[in-house]
């Protein structure tokens, strides 16, 4: 609400309001109490503030006129779903080698417009039973939990999780996880003595040596 006085008396000093010609904005103003009001809903993701010219003019004859800027700041609230920058699910090879407590390179990368939405929960859903991920529940990050062993034939290879995103305010939005366990040259060969003992008969050319 604007307000203006004037120091004559009667109809010199009634001051109305209105808008200066050519605002164009969503808002009302009250032409006697000078009260601004929103006649449309407001959306600062389409336009975050306002800047309205304000006329005051007097009731005489020949009016005379103040003016004012008013300057409308659209408070943000958290009503736009997260989404992630990149469409469909994400893969990435773990090398068998990878320590445990290391960052796999999972980077879920999350949008949002709203500009209270600056912190977000992440949490996986599903496909870590045995445990071997976690998640930063505010970073999103991935980290190994467990040694993982390509040649072990019982343990697993491949890993999908669900993972989601949550902003606390809208529905959660997931993305599926596929990771990978890649062989390392981790295993030397074996011989399966340490001495191999054969015998050969003299003059002969290209005799085959025996197991």
Sequence with gaps: ?????????????????????????????????GRITANQSLDRETKASYTLLVIGEDGAQTPLQGSCNVIITVNDINDNQPSFGQPGSLSVDVPESTEVGSDIGINLDVQDDDDSANEWDYT??????????SIDEITGRVYL????????????????????VSDGFNLPIWKMINMIVSNDNDEPPVFNKTIYLFTVRENQEY???GI
């Design 1 to 33: 609400q604007v307000s203006a006085y004037d120091l004559d008396h009667g109809m010199n000093g009634e001051v109305h309001y209105y808008f200066m010609d050519g605002t164009n904005a969503p808002f009302l103003i009250d032409p006697v109490t």
């Design 145 to 164: 939990e467990k040694q993982l062993d390509y040649d072990n034939d019982n343990t697993t290879k491949e890993f999908s999780m669900n993972v989601t």
């Design 124 to 133: 996986i859903v599903s496909g870590n039973e045995e445990n071997y991920f």
């Design 207 to 209: 005799a085959f040596v």
